[in-house]
């Protein structure tokens, strides 16, 4: 299993350094702010484009994976056209700082409008909006109290109801990693086993599929980013599908908290510009529109979430730093590996 997985990186190693020889170098004008998106379009662009409409400053953005992205920024070095790099996850950025491939910055207002436990001590990344790792159960199916912790997936009587990310997933490999955290390898590793004999081949590529999964019955449970299930009960009003808070309690480990987030690159050639636009996103413009288009936790304390949500300080969070999770993933990867999530 570690041998297929070796093969995989390399392969998509590979094929990164090929797109980036192929590929011709795209042109920018000197008032264009090229931003390298881990995030998925739909979540992003309506944002982005309330900043080039306000400040009049021109953005070309370049979707990709995080990681893949954080890869592309390394091996282009100082010739990377890139200003900014938004992800879809804390750790991803902390791996770019320690990597050097991040700008620390000295704004005041990042200091007033962000907390210290959603940014690098060097600010060289800030949080921009949070998401909790929950269970959308299916309501025709499952009743609250049937589950109370994460960990409970792994037992038998949820074999073949659960719905899971696949192994590539950040948002698997950050909830893994806080659990191994708090728990310890031996229960993790249980956990994991447990889980993929459950899930079967209900494994997913995107936590939209999951839902949908769960939505139609196919599955009881699954795990998810909390927005995917208000995004499609905002499309489909009427599915049987609600959110399960889990580890919650006195000897509960606390919800997986994880956060998108933003830095300037080291080499970025619009310095002025990125930070404008690093300013309107912690702004209360900014988090309002996390808040409201994607229901997001917004991460500035004076903007309030959407009343859809429970309150970010209404529940048990896990008590794992968020720029703990670079250190934390390979060896979770390795974890995952061996286990055979596919």
Not at 123 to 150: A, C, E, Q
Request: hydrophobic residues 45%.
């Amino acid at each position: 299993m570690r041998s297929f997985y070796c093969h995989k990186i390399l392969a998509c190693f590979i094929a990164l350094i090929v797109s980036l020889l192929v590929v011709p170098p795209l042109s920018f004008s000197d008032d264009t702010l090229v931003v390298y998106s881990g995030r998925a379009e739909r979540l992003i662009k309506p944002v982005l484009d309330a900043f080039q409409a306000e400040s009049g400053i021109t953005i070309q953005m370049l979707t990709a994976d995080s990681t893949a992205l954080v890869n592309r920024l390394k091996l282009e070095g100082p010739r990377s056209p890139a200003d900014v790099l938004i992800t879809n996850d804390a750790g991803t950025l902390e791996r770019a700082r320690e990597l050097h491939l991040l700008h620390p910055l000295d704004l005041p207002e990042v200091e007033s409008a962000i907390p210290p436990s959603f940014r690098a001590p060097d600010n060289s990344w800030i949080g921009l909006s949070g998401r909790i790792w929950v269970v959308v159960y299916n309501t025709n199916l499952v009743k609250p109290h049937d589950l109370s912790s994460i960990l409970e997936l792994a037992q038998p009587k949820w074999k073949g109801k659960v719905a899971i990310p696949s192994a590539g997933s950040v948002y698997l490999q950050t909830g893994v990693s806080v659990i191994r955290e708090m728990k310890g390898d031996e229960v993790t590793e249980d956990f994991l086993r447990g889980l993929k004999d459950n899930a079967g081949t209900s494994v997913y590529g995107k936590n939209r599929q999951i839902v949908a999964a769960v939505a139609r019955g196919e599955v009881a449970v699954g795990l998810v980013n909390h927005y995917y299930i208000h995004r499609h009960l905002a499309k489909h009003p009427d599915a049987p599908i609600a959110q399960l808070l889990p580890d919650q309690g006195e000897n509960g480990m606390g919800v997986v908290l994880n956060a998108a987030g933003i830095g300037i690159t080291t080499h970025a050639k619009h310095l002025t510009q990125a930070k404008a636009l690093v300013k309107f996103l912690i702004s209360t413009k900014g988090q309002q529109m996390f808040a409201s288009g994607n229901k997001e936790y917004p991460l500035n304390p004076n903007v309030e979430a959407s009343p859809a949500l429970l309150p970010l300080n209404s529940f048990h969070v896990a008590s794992v730093p968020l720029a703990r999770l670079a250190e934390l993933r390979d060896p979770t990867m390795t974890v995952i590996e061996d286990v055979g999530l596919r």
